[in-house]
């Protein structure tokens, strides 16, 4: 069974920095896709960015120069490093493992960004 497992998040104010790490356990395909979506009140999840095994990015066009999406060092893990922070950036930010066709979602982290 895959789990993922998400750390970071948090409050910070406009202009301030958060980092957010997801590490991914289980029986997981080399070859597989790590991201970030978030949901804020009211609206649908969304992407944020994600990250190939390969080391290909993808990011929303929100988020370009102000995230950076990267592997860490360990297997199957993803990290988000959040600069630039805007109000409208608050939102649960949820990490995202996909390979196959089988998707997997963590539990959810808080990001709230005061103004």
């Known amino acids: 069974q895959v789990q993922l497992v998400e750390s970071g998040g948090g409050s910070v104010q406009a202009g301030g920095s958060l980092r957010l790490a997801c590490a991914a356990s289980?029986?997981?395909?080399?070859?597989?896709?790590m991201g970030w979506y978030r949901q804020a009140p009211g609206n649908e999840r969304e992407l944020v960015a994600t990250?190939?095994?390969?080391?290909?990015?993808n990011y929303a066009d929100f988020v370009k120069g102000r995230f950076t999406i990267s592997r860490g060092n360990a297997k199957n893990t993803v990290n988000l490093q959040m600069n630039s922070l805007k109000p409208e950036d608050t939102a649960v930010y949820y990490c995202n493992l996909a390979f196959g066709y089988s998707v997997y979602w963590g539990q959810g982290t808080q990001v709230t960004v005061s103004s």
């Open positions: 289980g029986s997981i395909w080399q070859s597989n896709t």
């Open positions: 990250v190939t095994s390969g080391g290909s990015t």
